[in-house]
Antibody
Framework: QVQLVQSGAEVKKPGASVKVSCKAS????????IHWLRQAPGQRFEWMGW????????KYSEKFQGRVTITRDTSASTAYMELSSLRSEDTAVYYC???????????WGQGTLVTVSS | EIVLTQSPGTLSLSPGGRATLSCRAS???????LAWYQQKPGQAPRLLVY???SRATGIPDRFSGSGSGTDFTLTISRLEPEDFAVYYC?????????FGQGTRLDIK
């Protein structure tokens, strides 16, 4: 079945970086975009950016521009999201999601909890 | 950035009842790019409706979406026990994606 499986929970200190992976299966990886979003406690979902899994074109939200890097490895059908200069406000569950052309997110990973604490 | 405001914040209904959830946008949203999700505790969101009124794969027909411009609605007829969850609307516009704050649907 179509699924996205993310890497496990992380605990990081302020100022560090975190890299989360998202492995796709059940469909042709290069035919969809992969998006990254996050849900902080008590906050709305925030869209962070996307990568075109075919040609690696990327777009980032202005809020995260300069701190986020999204990459992909087509041989492994895996996308990655790296967030740098972490602060406590970055504590959240991070999700990858598949993006068809309809402006929505049709398949989601299970989420990865990133905790930023000294 | 388009801000989505959902109402009510919490809706308490009984199984078998009908739920009407509202999503209002701060400016006009293309009907092609308005979606609804269901999220249960500890789980990722599940896509229910996209393009305002198209049900996602496997979504039962008791879920229906409607609306245009700045006002959109998700209706759940004949509530089942598994429908009690948090619901989010989401839009795509101006190269960005935003979500509403959610409506919690509780069992009365």
């Amino acid at each position: 079945q179509v699924q996205l499986v993310q890497s496990g929970a992380e605990v990081k200190k302020p100022g560090a970086s975190v890299k989360v992976s998202c492995k796709a299966s059940g469909y042709t990886f290069t035919t969809y975009f992969i998006h990254w979003l996050r849900q902080a406690p008590g906050q709305r979902f925030e869209w962070m950016g996307w990568i075109n899994a075919d040609n690696a074109n990327r777009k980032y939200s202005e809020k995260f521009q300069g701190r986020v890097t999204i990459t992909r490895d087509t041989s492994a059908s895996t996308a990655y999201m790296e967030l740098s200069s972490l602060r406590s406000e970055d504590t959240a569950v991070y999700y990858c999601a598949r993006g068809p052309n309809s402006g929505c997110f049709d398949i989601w990973g299970q989420g990865t909890l990133v905790t930023v604490s000294s | 950035e388009i801000v989505l405001t959902q109402s009510p914040g919490t809706l308490s209904l009984s199984p078998g009842g009908r739920a009407t959830l509202s999503c209002r946008a701060s400016q006009s949203v293309s009907s092609s790019y308005l979606a609804w999700y269901q999220q249960k505790p500890g789980q990722a969101p599940r896509l229910l409706v996209y393009g305002t009124s198209s049900r996602a794969t496997g979504i039962p027909d008791r879920f229906s979406g409607s609306g245009s411009g700045t006002d959109f609605t998700l209706t759940i007829s004949r509530l089942e026990p598994e429908d009690f969850a948090v619901y989010y609307c989401q839009q795509f516009g101006s190269s960005s994606y935003t979500f509403g704050q959610g409506t919690r649907l509780d069992i009365k």
